[in-house]
């Protein structure tokens, strides 16, 4: 055997037993390729020079203003989970869904829908389903398996539905893959693929899935009445009440998602209005004075954009400089103004409950991702250094089928380390591997990138290691046993193997939006 497979092949074994002993998975990525190069170099089969190459990718991370969006998006929802306007927005449709039995199934899955589009934090999703509407669901009449699998379920559509954090990450390593793979190609000057491209591109497909698991609920649950009757636990809720509820955050979401479709930001500066608009929304809730300084707020912003858009207000420049014109002081003045106001806002928000938490659960997901992604890169360095680049290219061009061979056994090995590992270390494991080799082909980068996309959601279900699974855990009551929890889930898991199957089939579902966005 090839001392350079024979190396991979142990290199492959230590990662998995590193990340299966239970030490941190930031320590396996990272420490047992170090180990295992620096085993090898001492047989003289690694050169180490390829280790300093660590602190210019270290430094690329830590500058790359796309990450940047990672930890925004993360505190926007956190922001909104603390201030439990996620929760206000899940009881006022479910009881203005209510009634029924698929009603309030397909209550779940809308509001699962929009808390996916504002907060994309599957943990906290997961738990505030469990804990809310669980014990309705069975109230209900509804099963332990329909409820357990659907809330599991609806939990993970933050994963694919836009603005998500794999979606972001995966834009990251997609467009470098595909840069890499036009330079070989010898095409210096590749159009770019943006995370906006991405967005949109999942947006049809992440619909599809909603569809499908309301189309579900629907069928298995049609025609049966609920087991209760109103009552205060199922309250009725008005309409006003409603659009309270649901008004502010689908704002937030239009406003965030359609400001990157639209190409008036750019992701993360998206992420920054986001924040700003998820701070005005959670402090809304804090009493009278409170909720008039952050509709005061929310005024002057939208004004300002619109007359910014409009080309009636902003600064005025004269050579190269600005010019201190009326129109400019009156910009430079509102953008003042609506500084205070947002600094008023920050300050009405409890800060132990709400923007305390939030922060601090921000670092500690952040330093999670950010840590995986450098680890990751050290993974990537040491697999280069045993000539895996090359080896991986010649098993996938060596495949029967040309690119689209190749594109079954990524999604292949993708599903089933979706078993064992979570979607930050697949997404800069595998992409920097395979992505340059696939992308040299015909396929577009968008359509490779959505399929990875769904691919990871099912990683989030697939037992035993599905974290979907375990955080229901968590919740559920003893009546429901993990076995139980691991049988829900698989009428879903064949829903969403079922979308891959057919986004795979129609790569318009997935190429359309973007080309007609953006092209």
């Given at each position: 055997?090839?001392?350079?497979?024979?190396?991979?092949?142990?290199?492959?074994?230590?990662?998995?037993?590193?990340?299966?002993?239970g030490?941190?998975?930031?320590?396996a990525?990272?420490?047992?390729?170090?180990?295992?190069?620096?085993?090898?170099?001492?047989?003289?089969?690694?050169?180490?020079?390829?280790?300093?190459?660590?602190?210019?990718?270290v430094?690329?991370v830590?500058?790359?203003?796309?990450?940047?969006?990672?930890?925004?998006?993360?505190?926007?929802?956190?922001?909104?989970?603390?201030?439990?306007?996620?929760?206000?927005?899940?009881?006022?449709?479910?009881a203005?869904?209510?009634?029924?039995?698929?009603?309030?199934?397909?209550?779940?899955?809308?509001?699962?829908?929009?808390?996916?589009?504002?907060?994309?934090?599957?943990?906290?999703t997961?738990?505030?389903l469990?804990?809310i509407?669980?014990p309705?669901?069975?109230k209900?009449?509804?099963?332990?398996?329909?409820?357990?699998?659907?809330?599991?379920?609806?939990?993970t559509?933050?994963?694919i539905?836009?603005?998500?954090?794999?979606?972001?990450?995966?834009?990251?390593?997609?467009?470098?893959?595909?840069?890499?793979?036009q330079?070989?190609a010898?095409?210096?000057?590749?159009?770019?693929?943006?995370?906006g491209?991405?967005?949109?591109?999942a947006?049809?497909?992440?619909l599809?899935l909603?569809?499908?698991?309301?189309?579900?609920?629907?069928?298995?649950?049609?025609?049966?009445?609920s087991?209760?009757e109103?009552?205060?636990?199922?309250?009725?809720?008005?309409?006003?009440e409603?659009?309270?509820?649901?008004?502010?955050t689908?704002?937030?979401?239009?406003?965030?998602?359609?400001?990157?479709?639209?190409?008036?930001?750019?992701?993360t500066?998206?992420?920054g209005v986001?924040?700003?608009?998820?701070?005005?929304?959670?402090?809304?809730?804090?009493?009278a004075?409170?909720?008039w300084t952050?509709?005061?707020?929310?005024?002057?912003?939208v004004?300002?954009?619109?007359?910014r858009?409009?080309?009636?207000f902003?600064?005025?420049?004269?050579?190269?400089k600005?010019?201190?014109?009326?129109?400019?002081?009156?910009?430079?003045?509102?953008?003042?103004v609506?500084?205070?106001?947002?600094a008023?806002?920050?300050?009405?928000?409890?800060?132990?409950?709400?923007?305390?938490?939030a922060?601090?659960?921000?670092?500690?997901?952040?330093?999670?991702?950010?840590?995986?992604?450098?680890?990751?890169?050290?993974?990537?360095?040491?697999?280069?250094?045993?000539?895996?680049?090359e080896?991986?290219?010649?098993?996938?061009?060596?495949?029967?089928?040309?690119?689209?061979?190749?594109?079954?056994?990524?999604m292949?090995?993708?599903?089933l380390?979706?078993?064992?590992?979570?979607?930050?270390?697949?997404?800069?494991?595998?992409?920097?591997?395979?992505?340059?080799?696939?992308?040299?082909?015909?396929?577009?980068?968008?359509?490779?990138?959505?399929?990875?996309a769904?691919?990871?959601?099912?990683?989030?279900?697939?037992?035993p290691?599905?974290?979907?699974?375990?955080?229901?855990?968590?919740?559920?009551?003893?009546?429901?046993?993990?076995?139980?929890?691991?049988v829900?889930v698989?009428?879903?898991?064949?829903?969403?193997?079922?979308?891959?199957?057919?986004v795979?089939?129609?790569?318009a579902?997935?190429?359309w939006?973007p080309?007609?966005?953006f092209?």
């Open positions: 055997m090839n001392p350079d497979l024979l190396w991979l092949v142990v290199l492959a074994l230590a990662v998995f037993a590193g990340i299966l002993s030490v941190p998975v930031l320590l990525i990272a420490g047992a390729p170090t180990l295992v190069a620096l085993i090898a170099a001492s047989a003289g089969q690694f050169d180490l020079g390829y280790f300093q190459a660590v602190p210019q990718r430094f690329g830590m500058t790359n203003p796309l990450l940047l969006a990672v930890p925004l998006f993360v505190l926007m929802g956190l922001l909104l989970e603390k201030s439990q306007q996620a929760e206000k927005m899940l009881k006022s449709l479910t203005a869904l209510g009634g029924n039995q698929s009603a309030l199934a397909l209550a779940v899955v809308l509001v699962s829908a929009l808390i996916a589009a504002s907060t994309g934090i599957i943990g906290a997961i738990v505030m469990g804990t509407t669980l309705v669901l069975l209900a009449g509804i099963n332990k398996h329909m409820s357990s699998g659907l809330i599991c379920a609806s939990g559509l933050g994963q539905i836009p603005p998500s954090i794999v979606l972001i990450l995966l834009g990251d390593q997609i467009s470098n893959a595909y840069f890499e793979a330079q070989e010898g095409n210096f000057a590749p159009d770019p693929v943006t995370v491209d991405l967005f949109a591109g947006l049809l497909p992440g599809l909603v569809v499908l698991y309301s189309g579900y609920v629907v069928f298995n649950l049609r025609g049966r009445a087991e209760t109103e009552s205060a636990d199922t309250p009725q809720s008005s309409l006003s409603l659009l309270k509820n649901i008004a502010p689908l704002g937030l979401i239009i406003a965030v998602l359609g400001s990157i479709l639209i190409g008036v930001a750019t992701p500066e998206a992420a986001g924040v700003a608009g998820a701070l005005v929304i959670a402090t809304a809730g804090q009493g004075r409170a909720f952050a509709c005061a707020c929310a005024v002057l912003a004004s300002l954009l619109i007359l858009q409009s080309g009636l902003g600064l005025e420049f004269a050579g190269g600005i010019a201190w014109t009326l129109p400019t002081l009156a910009a430079v003045g509102a953008v003042v609506l500084g205070a106001l947002l008023a806002v920050v300050m009405a928000l409890p800060r132990r409950n709400v923007l305390g938490s922060l601090s659960e921000t670092v500690i997901i952040t330093g999670m991702i950010f840590g995986i992604v450098i680890a990751a890169s050290i993974l990537s360095l040491v697999f280069r250094g045993f000539n895996g680049d080896h991986v290219s010649e098993l996938l061009q060596s495949l029967p089928g040309g690119a689209y061979g190749m594109l079954l056994l990524t292949l090995v993708i599903f380390l979706g078993f064992i590992l979570e979607f930050v270390e697949i997404i800069f494991i595998v992409v920097p591997i395979v992505g340059p080799i696939i992308l040299q082909t015909d396929i577009s980068p968008v359509w490779f990138a959505v399929l990875i769904l691919n990871l959601q099912t990683s989030f279900l697939t037992p290691f599905g974290f979907a699974l375990f955080y229901f855990r968590s919740v559920a009551p003893d009546t429901i046993r993990t076995r139980d929890i691991y829900s698989l009428p879903f898991v064949g829903l969403q193997l079922f979308a891959l199957a057919l795979a089939t129609v790569p579902l997935a190429t939006l080309d007609v966005l092209k």
